[in-house]
T-cell receptor, first 113, second 114 residues
Framework: AQSVTQLDSHVSVSEGTPVLLRCNYSSSYSPSLFWYVQHPNKGLQLLLKYTSAATLVKGINGFEAEFKKSETSFHLTKPSAHMSDAAEYFCVVSLSSASKIIFGSGTRLSIRP | KAGVTQTPRYLIKTRGQQVTLSCSPISGHRSVSWYQQTPGQGLQFLFEYFSETQRNKGNFPGRFSGRQFSNSRSEMNVSTLELGDSALYLC?????????????FGPGTRLTVL
């Protein structure tokens, strides 16, 4: 069965410190992987996408994610958090062979001044 | 290019009523997907339309239906509303198939059922 697990429901970091949001997936097929961000009362905005090209994917606003097949992980990182990064982040797995899109449960990122 | 637009942005209905939500995809996008977002259940896939045909369907009752027009605009209908239908309904469009292409989301329609 295919699934995606976001390991932390809430992460809190200080402004200027690194951000790590963890995502693990389970898939029998080669997945496409996405990270989306949702600010309060807004829709989802694409941060970055992995589709079997480079394993390190750079996205918008300084975020990047590394696809590690051996660990079935796709963690999202940013070197230095900014107050505007406070939002909900969703890891998404897309399985073309199964025609399915699976959303993680989300990680709420809080930034301390 | 204009993004995905959804109308209305906010809606208040009472139990038993029906509601229609509208989604206009990004120009050139042929796939439109609908999602329901609630605090308890998170984001759940409702259905996907491509070239006016429903391609995929999530695990929702038949009260939830949709359609897509020739210009790729899509509508979603919920009949006999229940309190549990209160949610943010998100529409996303993509160039081809929603399950492999990058999806671009609209701002959502906030439905409140009283």
């Amino acid at each position: 069965a295919q699934s995606v697990t976001q390991l932390d429901s809430h992460v809190s970091v200080s402004e200027g410190t690194p951000v790590l949001l963890r995502c693990n997936y389970s898939s029998s097929y080669s997945p496409s992987l996405f990270w989306y961000v949702q600010h309060p009362n807004k829709g989802l905005q694409l941060l970055l996408k992995y589709t079997s090209a480079a394993t390190l994917v750079k996205g918008i606003n300084g975020f990047e994610a590394e696809f590690k097949k051996s660990e079935t992980s796709f963690h999202l990182t940013k070197p230095s958090a900014h107050m505007s990064d406070a939002a909900e982040y969703f890891c998404v797995v897309s399985l073309s062979s199964a025609s399915k899109i699976i959303f993680g449960s989300g990680t709420r990122l809080s930034i301390r001044p | 290019k204009a993004g995905v637009t959804q109308t209305p942005r906010y809606l208040i209905k009472t139990r038993g009523q029906q509601v229609t939500l509208s989604c206009s995809p990004i120009s050139g996008h042929r796939s439109v997907s609908w999602y329901q977002q609630t605090p308890g259940q998170g984001l759940q896939f409702l259905f996907e339309y491509f070239s006016e045909t429903q391609r995929n369907k999530g695990n929702f009752p038949g009260r939830f239906s949709g359609r897509q027009f020739s210009n790729s605009r899509s509508e979603m209908n919920v009949s006999t509303l229940e309190l549990g239908d209160s949610a943010l309904y998100l529409c996303a469009s993509s160039l081809d198939r929603g399950d492999t292409d990058t999806q671009y989301f609209g701002p959502g329609t906030r439905l409140t059922v009283l």
